[in-house]
């Protein structure tokens, strides 16, 4: 009977509620040409094209988690290689992730793509987007006279404290 109640209550209770992905506006990619070892970082920007060798990396979408959850980027790329009679034949159309690459790769004798960041775009904190609503306490002024203060520049010292004799 207890464990009855105790999955009837598990049922009642509501999912874990998980914050929105971040829509990203560009992908942040490391590529690698296996044959001469060269690697490379390269932003591309969603709805834009980069090339990376033989390779032309377009970018659909690029979703990134919200900093209180789990770290993990999800790209949805396009990958193309360009022939030598300049025809492009897709190579790879899907879902990369950052944190397991293995999971959705990009098969190529000569090239590797990984997913690094998905490079959202800056939003100005609060307070800046309300600044005209934003009313600072008001602090005295103190007038100081410059002339008053010793120059110690020119050899004059500070008055030491009594506990320094």
Avoid at 11 to 19: I, K, S
Avoid at 108 to 115: L, Q, R, T
Wanted: proline share 8%; charged share 20%; net charge negative.
């Amino acid at each position: 009977m207890k464990t009855l109640f105790v999955g009837m209550i598990l049922l009642t209770v509501p999912g874990m509620v998980c914050a929105a992905d971040i829509e990203a506006s560009s992908v942040l990619l490391r590529g690698v040409d296996k044959i001469t070892g060269r690697t490379q970082m390269s932003e591309v920007d969603i709805g834009s094209k980069n090339q990376f060798g033989a390779l032309v990396i377009s970018a659909e979408k690029c979703l990134k988690r919200p900093p209180e959850e789990t770290p993990e980027n999800a790209a949805f790329l396009k990958i193309s290689e360009v022939g030598l009679n300049g025809a492009e034949t897709v190579v790879f159309n899907g879902w990369m992730f950052s944190s397991n690459p293995a999971l959705s790769a990009m098969e190529h004798p000569v090239y590797d793509i990984w997913v690094v960041d998905c490079i959202a775009p800056q939003t100005p904190p609060a307070w800046e987007v309300n600044a005209e609503k934003i009313t600072l306490p008001s602090i005295p002024q103190q007038a100081v006279d410059i002339e008053t203060l010793p120059a110690l520049n020119e050899g004059a010292s500070w008055p030491q404290p009594d506990f320094m004799d």
